[in-house]
């Protein structure tokens, strides 16, 4: 049974960090596409960051760019997604999503229907 869950959410003030984590149960992301959205009240998902574990190629919203990173462990069980000058914007609700076939070069909406695997979600709100 795969799981994956999320942690590291929580609040901070405006130009504070977060680092959320997506670890996987029943499952590595050993050459799989693993993938960053969120989700804001009223908005639609939205891609932010994508690494494909295989190579460690990566893709960044622009929104996003110079201030997130994603990352992956050693083990390819854990994704991480390192959030720094975190703005009001940002907050939303933190998904992290994967799938062992498919690794879009971007994160385009209506894209997260390429993922078979996700999380519950971790909430990140930025005061």
């Known amino acids: 049974h795969v799981q994956l869950v999320e942690s590291g959410g929580g609040l901070v003030q405006a130009g504070g960090s977060l680092r959320l984590s997506c670890a996987a149960s029943?499952?590595?992301?050993?050459?799989?596409?693993v993938a960053w959205f969120r989700q804001a009240p009223g908005k639609e998902r939205e891609g932010v960051a994508r690494?494909?574990?295989?190579?460690?190629?990566?893709y960044y919203a622009d929104s996003v760019k110079g201030r997130f990173t994603i990352s992956q462990d050693n083990a390819k069980v854990t994704v991480y997604l390192q959030m720094n000058s975190l703005q009001p914007e940002d907050s939303g609700v933190y998904y992290c999503?994967?799938?062992?076939?498919?690794?879009?070069?971007?994160?385009?909406?209506?894209?997260?229907?390429?993922?078979?695997?996700w999380g519950q979600g971790t909430q990140v709100t930025v005061s």
């Open positions: 999503a994967a799938d062992p076939f498919l690794c879009p070069d971007t994160l385009v909406p209506g894209g997260e229907t390429n993922f078979k695997y």
């Open positions: 690494i494909y574990t295989g190579s460690g190629n990566t």
């Open positions: 029943g499952y590595t992301y050993n050459r799989n596409c």
